[in-house]
């Protein structure tokens, strides 16, 4: 018989949310904001406004916050259900992005940079592109300048 194990519940704030909580005029609305996002978050308590004007702009930024929970919601239950069955379902074999109708293997143009002294007919067909995907480490001092 196995165990149920407790979930650790998380609460993640996106940074306009943050940014828009901070823009609050007074510290204890700020903190309050942020108490309430938690509230609902982990225990799933709706936070209660009052009818002064200073209340309804709260409800009014509860509201807009709400939306974006109900998105992150949605897409974590999606992704929990496609993580039990091994991850996102695999597109149709003939669907595109967009862009191409299928997804060339090597591109039929291409340059190659040791015949940069040849034609460049020839030097665009002779280009290997397995160097496309290597890694460049890039090490600049704090006090040297870059262009």
Excluded: H
């Amino acid at each position: 018989m196995e165990q149920e194990v407790e979930k650790t519940k998380v609460c993640s704030i996106f940074e306009p949310t943050y940014r828009s909580i901070m823009l609050l005029p007074k510290e204890e609305t700020r903190l309050r904001m942020f108490v309430n996002l938690c509230d609902y978050a982990f225990d799933e308590i709706e936070p209660q406004f009052g009818n002064e004007p200073e209340e309804k702009m709260l409800q009014a930024l509860w509201t807009q916050f709400m939306v974006v929970f109900t998105q992150a919601k949605k897409r974590a239950k999606i992704n929990a259900i496609n993580g039990r069955k091994g991850g996102r379902p695999r597109k149709k074999p003939n669907e595109s992005d967009g862009f191409f109708n299928e997804n060339p293997k090597k591109p039929t143009n291409t340059f190659s940079y040791s015949s940069a002294g040849s034609s460049s007919a020839a030097a665009v067909d002779n280009y290997d592109d397995s160097r496309i995907d290597e890694e460049i480490d890039i090490n600049i001092d704090d006090d040297e300048e870059v262009y």
